[in-house]
């Protein structure tokens, strides 16, 4: 293992494994225009629901069609675009808002921490489904007003942990110092409380990661997620589970790679959180 | 969970092909039959909800002024005979020896009674706008008389609809609880309503008609198709009501059941925005109308359960013309229209719901595509999209899909509301079809009145404000013992089932 | 303390107020039931003149203040759709909930916790590879999925457990199982997050100085210390454990209140929507204050200070 440096010397197999796999994913991603082997919307009826390496005059359908003739594998590659760019946005929007505040209420602590911590409990006591399925009925369908729902539904979990995180580290010595020393807020939670609340941040961050394409999957199974026809994993599955007996690939392939994403994602957060965590970089 | 979960998806795939269950061997008749539904009964006061299961609920409990039999012939109920006085007045003759769940019998002061209740405004029964046309109901001995406002040709369609409720009963314990524990003449009463899990009915032995098939009908709610399936499989549910064609198609594999299917007066229509954007151009309209290829969608899609139409109409209505032509797919006519009208790459957008089947929007989204047109998909949630789709032209979208049925088997149902100017669904207005469809609701002559929808569905194919596609099908899936023949109205009224080998 | 305890209750109940009116002004934005009650012929009229019956055609202030009034009396509305009371309703429905939501945090705690404890104890070993690969399947699964899977197998093809229904313990399996795996995963990260934290705190390395084998040192201290984020957790997941199971209920036709709060949005059910969150918020917001209070009581740096 010599030749890595930075963050990631001492990074085990696995995290390299997985951090491949990201990049593929994300690669294919990008690159869905150029290597998807069909139009992700083009259907043949008279060809639905065949079988890995269905063959006809102009093409073979490696991963089998789906419940209206498309080819699945353009549609599984189409749909990564879709699915990643979902987690990823929202949980960006979700992640800077919600650590941001956090910081912020437990560092000003009095009607702030108050104001904040209490809209928090509010956002977090309406179960986030029923918020979404609300957001959505009022804001209407789109991508990036799913990116906005998802995203205003999910920020108060980055809250909680960055609030606790911050009430703790807020009273570690350098920070007190810090603050007699003059330094502005801002300043000093970017510089010193960020540094030491990234850690737990990020497992959350992790987590909700793949939760967040689950969360557009269950959207689209209430018929609310992306709209059709465009492709992402979760509205491919929500489609094809009533055919899982007659179809199982339509389920399985995309399923696999949700599988290897949240997976991936995971171990990564995972050890980020260990090597970020003040505490545990001891071991 | 990872071996379990995708060893599943394999081991469910490998299975198709084994032999399945079957259910506990079915007896010689049956005392209890489960029926699958896909949601709760809304109200079981008959004068409330008339979503389709409440309906098929509470279709059970009462008796309705009048019913139709298998072949849609309007045949006597509650009323046994009735003949028009004058072109607005009705007298009926009430079935003598009735009586309600309670004991008490069923009068002429009873109908008269559930009249009087469902047009009551203050009443703020959903079911208005189909009884409103009737002033006045009044019992005399054994007769009803009732009064409309004009001659109204599609009452009689109307009033297959009206159960008829105990006015004692109704005056005594108030509408709330009527709602919870409701008294009716039916075949079945009413033993057990938990509310979002199941209703029971237990048969009334002394019902006039007969004696009911079952002891007890249990109607589960089970929201999600693919249980209901599994239901069916497992022998948990004997019927279940509302499969798609893909599942019917699964069902047919299965040994002990069976596809229970009949084409109903439910029409699958494009909407077709006549007022607003792109195919404001009747141009455009006609290529839309070229664009269809109805046999790829009902072979492929819909698995059969589909028949092809010409007009915004099916058989099962009165007002079908078939000799009004209809447009043949034919694509190159469709690119050539769209050309001419200079609206290659016009965007339009096709507003949906979850209410409506995805998949046959996709469809019907790619077909329009195919003339150069570009059509983009807006999925709103069914409240967004009613308030969309009845709101103003330019909101309306420039397309949508639907499956309209207006429960009376009457085009004045169906074409009237959904393209008579100032209509909440019409993005349209023509003088001649208002002309034509006002009087036709205003005559009782069927031959005049057939006529003058032969005139109304020769004007909507110039203007192409909406293109028929196919009458739907309501498919069932059933256990193979139980005996029945779907009717179009999509009633399920248990009588006319049977248990046998 | 006392004085603590009461200002974090006005709190609460301003949160719970603050639900309502949220919930309330989303609701109304999203239009109201008017046009989901008529049948689809209705004319305008009609449709003006139920409105109007209804009382949705007053300025939203008005509805707001109506309903606000009601509710001060105790009284939730009737539902305009199923003509009842709200509260009923929701009472109705109330036990099914329960019963799946303890029987989801039940498994989801029985395989989460020692899952996540292994995962720390044997961290960076194939076991925690495994465990993690087999945790994390229950969470890159939508549960529209798994739920159909488990009563295919268990229900149709093996015949084990029935396909549907609520009301048996056996009923009860297969949805508390599909639920409670979403839960699993976030028990089983932040029970390893706790323990390997407390496995390098200085007191296990002393303690394993002193010659105690790791396990007794993970069964005599770490857990005990580690208990407090997970339980602090198991509060949180309980707001979506109750109303959060809408595909869960939907598919094994469950008729718990996330069903019944799903349809009701989609039927604009004001009132039943409104009754539900409200009764889901009261829960959550009733637990972190018990969960505050407690932490003052034990932690004074932790107490907030009233402006």
Known sequence: MQGRTGLWRRAPVTVIVVALILAAIAVVALL????????????????????????????????????????????????ARAS????LLSVTVSLTVGTLLGMLAAWKRGWVEIAIMRFVDIMLSIPAILLAVLTVAVLGPGFGKLILVLGLTRWPRYTRVAYAQTLQVASLP???????????????????????????????????????????AGLSFLGLGIQPPQPSWGSIMSAGRQYVERAWWITLFPGACLFLLVLSVNVLGDWLRDRLDPRSRTR | MLKHAFAGILLAAGLVTAPLLVGPAAAQGKDALTVDLPNDAATLDPHVQWDTDSYTVYRNIFDNLVTRD???????????????????????DIREGVTFHDGSPLTASDVAFSIARIINPTFKSPQLSQFDQIVSAEAQGSKVVMKTKTPYPALMAQLVKLSIVPKAVVEKV??????????????????????????????????????PPFKTVTFRVVPDVATRVADLRSGKADIARQLGPDEATALKKEPALQVLAGATERIGY??????????????????????????????????????????????????????????????????????????????LTFLTSPAYDRRVVEALQQMVQETGLKVDIVALDHPTFLRRRQGRPDEAGSLSFGRWSCACQDADGVIFPLFRTGSIWAKYSNPGFDEAVDKARA????????????????????????VGIYQDYAIYGARKELKWTPTPNEAFFIMDMKWGQ | MLRYAFWRLVQAAVAVFGVMTIVFVIMRLAGDPTLLLVP?????????????????????????????????????????????????????????????????????????LPAGVAMAVWRGTAVERLLAAVVLTGQSMPTFLSGILLILVFGVILGWLPTSGSGTWSALILPAFALGALSMATFARMARIAVVDELSQDYVRAARARGLSQGAVVVRHVLRNAAVPVVTIAALEIGNLLAGAVIVETVFAWPGIGQLAIQSIQSRDFVVVQVVVLFVSAVYVGMSLLADVAYAWLDPRIRLTPA
């Open chain 1, 84 to 87: 990643l760019l979902v987690a």
């Open chain 1, 32 to 79: 869905a225009p150029w290597i998807s082997p069909a139009d992700p919307a083009r259907q043949t009826l008279i060809a639905r629901l065949r079988p890995p390496g269905h063959t006809t005059s102009t093409m073979t359908y490696w991963l089998g069609t789906d419940e209206l003739g498309r080819d699945l594998l353009s549609r599984i590659v189409w749909g």
């Open chain 2, 270 to 347: 494009m909407f077709i925005n006549a007022q607003a954007g792109p195919t404001a151009d009747p141009r455009v309209r006609k290529a839309i109308a070229y664009s269809i290829d109805r046999k790829s969608l009902i072979d492929a899609l819909l698995a059969g359960y589909g028949d092809p139409v010409n007009i915004v109409l099916t058989p099962a209505n009165f007002g079908f013309v078939p000799d009004v032509k209809g447009y043949e797919f034919d694509l190159a006519k469709a690119k050539a229209l769209v050309k001419e009208a200079n609206a290659v790459g016009a965007q």
């Open chain 2, 70 to 92: 298998v072949s849609g012939k309007i045949v006597p109920q509650i009323a046994t005979a009735w003949r028009y006085a004058n072109d607005t007045t009705i007298e009926f």
């Open chain 3, 40 to 112: 689809e012929g209705a004319t305008r009229e009609h449709i003006e003149a139920l409105r109007h019956e209804l009382g949705f055609d007053r300025p939203i202030l008005v509805q707001y203040a109506a309903y606000l009034a009601d509710v001060l009396r105790l009284d939730f509305g009737n539902s305009v759709v199923q003509r009842q009371p709200a509260m009923a309703i929701l009472m109705s429905r109330l036990p099914y909930t329960l019963e799946l939501a303890l029987g989801a945090l039940a498994f989801a705690l029985l395989l989460g």
């Open chain 2, 174 to 211: 108030g509408d709330q609880v009527f709602n919870l524990a409701p008294v009716g003449s039916g075949p079945y009463r009413l033993a057990s309503w938990q509310k979002g899990v199941q209703s029971v009915l237990e048969a009334n032995d002394k019902y006039w008609g007969g004696k």
């Open chain 1, 174 to 216: 350098y920070i007190k110092a810090a603050e007699l020393g003059g330094a502005g807020t801002l300043r000093i939670l970017f510089r010193h409380v960020l540094p030491n609340i990234a850690g737990p941040l990020t497992v959350v961050a992790t987590a909700e990661f793949g939760l967040m394409i689950l969360f557009e």
């Open chain 2, 443 to 466: 005559i009782l002559d069927e031959k005049g009145r057939l006529d003058l929808y032969r005139k109304a569905f020769e004007i909507l194919r110039e203007d192409v404000p909406g």
